[in-house]
């Protein structure tokens, strides 16, 4: 049952899959297939608890600096991902689609990533993004280029940028902003996540790695935003 406090946007940074791994004693890559098993079961939930969008950080623009084996890894993990999960989504009335710059991808993962979208557009379930090449400062650059060349046409006047209008240029337009960030693995770090989006985010952060984060672990981080006295600059209501 969805409870009203509870945030509509959840945007969570799925770190840890490295760690949790060499803590079993297995090579990196092991960790990043338990992430995807935590994925399904959190966007299962996620969807199960009434959220309406769930943004997920998967590829920043800072991972292709990782070994070029991992980066293969992740891109083979990507496509099997699109493959195997996208009908369990679409049965599960989801909505996905991803964030991000896809051109430096193998084409037949743009193409997945594309027939996922077209697929389920339709759904009114869960709106789940996969931001994936996702930088908020790649994303901040091509909203004021968008808006620049709009300017120079003189289809815009740039007195008329405001806050809306610019939002509505990001890879999230249309969509609300993300009331609680989630970050596993005991980090603090934003890294370069949504930093336009989260500018009044409640942060969370979940020590577990991301392949331990469950079903249980959402449920104690939505009790722990519903805590939280969210003020926007203001002062606290008196009662
Ligand atoms: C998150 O886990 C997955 C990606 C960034 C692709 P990491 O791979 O960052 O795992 P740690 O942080 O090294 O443990
Ligand atoms: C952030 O995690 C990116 C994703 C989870 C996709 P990283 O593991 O890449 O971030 P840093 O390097 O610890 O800041
Ligand atoms: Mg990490």
């Known amino acids: 049952m969805k409870n009203p406090t509870d945030p509509q946007h959840v945007a969570i ?3 840890g899959n490295g760690r949790w791994a060499r803590q079993r004693g297995m090579p990196r890559s092991f960790g990043h297939r338990a992430g995807v098993e935590s994925l399904r079961r959190v966007v299962r ?3 199960n608890l009434g959220i309406s969008y769930l943004t997920v950080y998967a590829f920043s623009t800072e991972n292709w600096k990782r070994p070029r084996r991992e ?3 992740l891109i083979g993990l990507l496509r099997e991902y699109f493959r195997t ?3 369990e989504l679409h049965a599960m009335r989801v909505r996905v689609l991803v964030i991000g710059d896809m051109a430096p991808f193998p084409a037949d993962v743009r193409e997945l990533a594309e027939k ?3 697929q389920t557009r339709l759904n009114d379930g869960l709106r789940l993004q996969i931001a994936l090449n996702y930088g908020g400062r790649a994303d901040i650059l091509q909203a004021a280029r968008t808006l620049a060349a709009q300017a120079r046409t003189g289809e815009l006047d740039p007195a008329g940028i405001d ?4 939002a509505g240029c990001l890879h999230t337009a249309g969509l609300p902003d993300p009331e609680v960030v989630i970050r596993t693995s005991g980090e603090t770090r934003l890294s370069n ?3 336009w989006q989260t500018a009044y985010a409640e942060l969370v952060v979940a020590a577990e790695c ?3 984060f469950d079903e249980a672990s959402l449920e104690r981080v939505l009790a722990e935003y519903r805590q939280r006295e969210r003020r926007f600059g203001s002062v606290r209501r008196e009662s």
């Open 13 to 15: 940074i799925m770190d």
């Open 71 to 73: 980066v293969s890894f």
């Open 193 to 195: 996540f949504l930093l």
């Open 45 to 47: 939930h996620s969807a």
């Open 163 to 166: 806050e809306a209008c610019f």
């Open 116 to 118: 996922a979208r077209t």
């Open 85 to 87: 999960t996208i009908g």
């Open 210 to 212: 991301w392949p331990d």
